[in-house]
Structure formats: structure tokens, C-alpha cells
């Protein structure tokens, strides 16, 4: 038996950053960026306006604080538009926020603190302005040529902001890795057919190719496969041509677990074959001769998914060039309490919600162990408990991994 973070480190030594693509920046949401993004202009382009107000001289409005101060108004400069000609001596310019600077101005005065004479010819200043306030000069966050995205930056909303900003029409990105999706499993049927006698509907093709999605890679749900070593050696070796093959079931001690013996009749090189962990033992890590990494999970649905977020999510990762590091916990505290440890990591699904105070609480879901599929349903974090632990309960502070969940 393997230590999850252990595991971590084999999955990753084992995975490598796929190839890359163009894609136009509409499409790079979630994608991990091959190469940094470097702004093509200063930022911003011009002496700009930050608020609603006057461009005046500051020397002009020196003792605007003591006694208000009257200005000609020379011309109006919104957004977009420029002023026709420099300010003068006695002359302000209404401005826009976002709107440029009309040269021989060097300050805005906020609206807030003028008035317009009624003939609407001047304006009173009514406070002081020191040289370049509410002024943000060309080039003040970013001049032209300096990268504001590096490589391995994944493309957030924010993000896609900055590289349209610096007019990125086109990113290079590392391609979604193709993850195929094989359930194994004699007892198993599709979700649209009634189990009879000892059937059972497959609901891990759904939970994994959600994953996978999740993942920002794209799922290919292969046929399932019954617990026979031909049809399952076919399909392993279909499974093959994607980057990552994860299939679930089979692989336990079971008289009809073949999974692991047709790996290695497949060629596979195994590298792990147990994980310490509870729920999910049996979790087999390969990689095939022609490079595929491929997943072998527990059929029990929430061992399948502990599995996948604590190793396939971070080789998918990887793939798509983001190496990380083995998911650290976050302090909660426990509402409720957590049995006892042995040999194994647990993880134990909970909600964790916000109190008050802003502090997380973690409450352990009424899941009744790997065969139940519906306890765990509402799940947003796992409690982590490290091997021999004595439990813990209402009160204390547990560690807690947050599941991404909308
Ligand atoms: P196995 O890992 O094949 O020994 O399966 C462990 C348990 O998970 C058994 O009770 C299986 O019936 C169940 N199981 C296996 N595959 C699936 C699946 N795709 N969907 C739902 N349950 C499954
Ligand atoms: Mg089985």
C-alpha cells in the first residue's frame, strides 16, 4: 500500500504536458496557456481621466482650498474622444473618466468639487489639485512588450480579460488531454433500463466523465465491458490511443477482477496497485507501451471519485502542463464526529458551510460506507484523517479538502 502522497509524486514522474494548440481567446476558457501573453501596447495608451470632473493646470487651482477658484471652460472630452486643442492659462476641460488628458493639463478635479457658473461658460473649483491627480499616465500598469501572463496560467475570466487587453486574439494553450472512460462490471446496465435480479444501473460512467469534464479534459466513454479478460483486453487497448484511460471495477481480489492481470498482459508498466486510503484500496496506476496513463479505480462509485481527485485530476493537471502539489487541507471545524483510523487516510464526505464569524464548519454527511451511492451526494469537502488517528469530535478542528462545487 502506497501513501496518497507518494502516489501524487509516481503519477506526476509518469505524465507529461501534452501538445499544444492555438485557440482563439473565446475559447480558451480553463486552458492552460503554452506560452506567456505579452502586452502589445503601453497600458493605458494615454494620460487618462480617472474620474467625472475638470482637467485644469494644477498650478491654476494652487489656492482652490482657501478661495474657489473660477475657470473658463474650454471644451468637453468624453470618452473616446480628444480634446481639439491644449488648455490654457484660466481654462479647465470637462472630462470623462477614461478619457484623455488634453495636453497642457496635468490634474482632475472631481465634479464633486465645482460648480457651473449658470451661463455654463465657467466652472468654480472649489479644492486644490496637486500635479497628476486622478491622473493615470500611458503606460502607469504595463508598457508595451512586458508579459502579463506566464506560461501555465489557467485562463480564468479575469485572466481572459487581461489577454484581451493586450490583444490576444489567439492563445497558445496546452490541448485537453482525451480521457477514455471504460466501465467494467458483469452486473452493470445502462441508466435507461430497469435492473432486474442482480443488476445494477452503471453510474460511474457518468461520475467520470463528469470528472473528466471538470477536469477540462474531454471524456470518450468507451462500450462497457463485462468482467470477461478478451473484451476487456480489446477495450484497454482502444482506451489506449487516448492520453488517459480510466476505467472503474475489476480491480479488486474478486475471482472475476481481471483488470489487473490483462494490464500486464497488455504490456502495462504498473506502478502502483494499492493506495492507502479509505474508501478506494484498490487503485491501480500504469502506463502502456505507447505511453497512455491509465487509471484503475474501485467500481464502489465515492471510491472511484476519491480516487480521481486525489490522483487522476492532478495527472490531468499535469497534461495540460500545471504541475501540482498533493492537495492540502483547510481547518474546519467539526460539527458532529469522525471515527477512528487504522492503517489508511480517510476521507470522509461532508458539507462545510461558513459560520458567522467567517470560520469553516465541517459536518460529516450520513453516508453509510463505499456501497452506498446516495450519502455522499451533497458532498463539497472530504475530512481528511491521517492513519492511526483517534477520531475527533464536535468541536475540534479537522483538516478538509474543498471539492470544486458550483
Ligand atoms: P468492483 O470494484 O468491481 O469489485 O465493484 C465494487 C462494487 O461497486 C460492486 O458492488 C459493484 O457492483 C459496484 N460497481 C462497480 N461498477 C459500478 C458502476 N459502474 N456503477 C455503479 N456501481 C458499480
Ligand atoms: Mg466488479
Excluded at 14 to 30: E, Q
Excluded at 198 to 218: C, F, G, M, V
Aim: hydrophobic share 45%.
Amino acid at each position: 500500500m502506497i501513501d496518497v502522497d507518494e502516489a501524487h509524486t509516481i503519477v506526476l514522474e509518469h505524465v507529461r504536458p501534452g501538445p499544444t494548440i492555438d485557440v482563439a481567446l473565446g475559447n480558451a476558457l480553463y486552458a492552460t496557456l503554452a506560452e506567456p501573453i505579452l502586452c502589445d501596447v503601453d497600458y493605458p495608451p494615454f494620460d487618462r481621466s480617472l474620474m467625472d470632473g475638470y482637467a485644469v493646470r494644477s498650478r491654476d487651482v494652487a489656492a482652490a482650498d482657501r478661495a474657489p477658484v473660477t475657470l473658463e471652460i474650454a471644451g468637453q472630452i468624453a470618452a473616446g474622444s480628444e480634446a481639439i486643442r491644449p488648455l490654457e492659462a484660466g481654462e479647465a476641460m470637462q472630462i470623462n473618466t477614461g478619457a484623455p488628458i488634453p495636453s497642457g493639463a496635468d490634474a482632475v478635479v472631481r465634479v464633486e468639487e465645482t460648480e457651473l457658473a449658470a451661463s455654463g461658460k465657467s466652472v468654480v473649483i472649489r479644492a486644490a489639485v496637486g500635479p497628476g491627480k486622478f491622473v493615470t499616465p500611458r503606460g502607469e500598469y504595463v508598457s508595451a512588450g512586458r508579459t502579463v501572463l506566464t506560461a501555465g496560467t489557467v485562463m480564468t475570466p479575469l485572466e481572459i480579460g487581461v489577454a484581451a487587453t493586450c490583444g490576444a486574439s489567439m492563445v497558445s494553450v496546452f490541448r485537453r488531454p482525451r480521457v477514455a472512460v471504460l466501465v467494467t462490471g458483469d452486473e452493470l446496465v445502462d441508466v435507461d433500463t430497469t435492473p432486474v435480479g442482480p443488476q445494477i444501473r452503471d453510474s460511474n460512467r457518468y461520475i467520470l466523465e463528469s470528472l473528466i469534464k471538470t477536469a477540462h479534459a474531454s471524456p470518450e466513454v468507451l462500450p462497457r465491458a463485462g468482467d470477461d479478460r478478451d473484451t476487456l483486453r480489446r477495450s484497454i487497448e482502444t482506451g489506449a490511443r487516448c492520453e488517459a484511460l480510466c476505467i472503474t471495477g475489476g480491480v479488486s481480489m474478486g475471482a472475476f477482477d481481471f483488470v489487473p492481470e490483462v494490464l500486464a498482459e497488455c504490456g502495462a508498466t504498473m506502478h502502483i496497485r494499492k493506495l492507502a486510503i479509505k474508501p478506494g484500496r484498490p487503485v491501480i496506476f500504469a502506463t502502456m507501451p505507447g505511453g497512455a496513463a491509465v487509471f484503475a479505480l474501485p467500481g464502489n462509485p465515492l471510491s472511484a471519485f476519491v480516487a480521481f481527485e486525489l490522483l487522476v485530476r492532478p495527472a490531468l493537471a499535469m497534461m495540460q502542463g500545471r504541475p501540482t502539489a498533493p492537495r492540502s487541507g483547510v481547518r474546519a471545524m467539526l460539527s458532529g464526529r469522525v471515527a477512528p483510523t487504522r492503517d489508511r487516510r480517510a476521507f470522509i464526505p461532508a458539507r462545510v458551510t461558513i459560520d458567522k464569524d467567517g470560520g469553516l464548519i465541517a459536518e460529516p454527511l450520513s453516508w453509510r460506507g463505499s456501497g452506498d451511492p446516495f450519502g455522499a451526494a451533497t458532498a463539497n469537502a472530504l475530512i481528511v484523517q491521517p492513519p492511526g488517528a483517534h477520531g475527533a469530535s464536535n468541536g475540534e478542528h479537522v483538516l478538509v479538502m474543498l471539492l470544486d462545487r458550483v
